[in-house]
């Protein structure tokens, strides 16, 4: 743009030119973070500027490809470049640029950056979309009778509290789609069957349940059993060992000891030995009698006078 002015000098007129120049600027309108619900729609506002003549969304998402949404005012046409239909125009673009995101999930969390071209200049608007997943909140009883909180698939994690004071540690499982299961267990000392509330703080929104669990009887069981099969396996044991050091004396007592059951010869020399005596003394008396009578010529039969 040119301006002139005319000066009088020595009684003369010059004229002057000054040029002016008119450079683009640039503007950027704001750098936001936002927050959308998994499973909700959001809208992206892009102000619209008096003597617009193009309009462009750029949309680069964590995974995936980018996109883009452009409108000509000069043709009063649109375009769209590799966009899904869930992210798309929200009214007429010539009216109102902003863009909508129908049924946000995990896969449209990113960057994403208005530019409008008008007259007054270039603006630029970023938002950094952040998509919220809600956990599943699941309470139940252990084995032991403890109260345990899970807060499931949530993203960001969610934070776990117990109404009463407790000494829990909860711990985390990342998933492959970026969600963290939070678990935590109630292990405040005491026995007493109270009702417990598990708190679970989640940007998507805060939940709570309660619990009462009775302590398990199967610890005291387990501990009863443990010790009956100890007591068995040491009776058993005792009655073996008592058996193996007395087995010797009781075989020894069970078991007579051996006799000769052969019959000895002995037997019946012991049996006919009077008989044999008897006879041998008879002969010896008849002997005696047949000498003396030999001896005095004395007929046989006759025995001599005494």
Known sequence: MKAGADMKIAGKTVCVFVLLTITEVTRTVGNNRVSA??????????????NTTMVTW????????????????????????????????????????????????????G??????????????????LTVLVPPRLTLHCDDHGN????????????????????NSS????????GTVTVVSTFTAHGTNVTNTICIVSHPAGNQSKSI??????????????????VLTIITFMAVICYFKLHSDR????????ETDLTHSPQDDTMEVEPYTTYVQKENVIYNSVSDLTAGQNLPQGLSPAT
């Open 250 to 257: 009781l075989c020894h007592k069970l078991n007579p000891p």
């Open 170 to 177: 909860p711990r985390e499982e990342v998933h492959d789609d």
């Open 37 to 50: 619900t998994v499973g909700n729609s959001s809208v992206l506002i892009c102000a619209l500027k008096l």
């Open 147 to 166: 109260p345990v909180c899970e807060a499931e698939a949530g993203k960001p994690p969610a934070q776990i509290s117990w109404d009463l004071e407790s």
């Open 212 to 229: 009462a669990c009775r302590p398990s009887k199967n610890g005291f069981n387990l501990h009863v059993t443990i010790i009956l099969c």
């Open 111 to 128: 960057n994403y950056t208005c530019e409008v071209v008008a007259t007054e200049g270039n603006f630029h608007r970023t938002y950094h």
């Open 58 to 109: 750029k949309i680069s998402p964590k995974t995936g490809g980018s996109c883009t949404l452009g409108y000509r005012a000069d043709q009063n046409k649109t375009d769209r470049t590799n966009c899904s239909d869930s992210v798309n125009w929200k009214f007429r673009p010539d009216q109102d640029p902003a863009l909508e995101i129908q049924q946000v999930g995990i896969v449209h969390e």
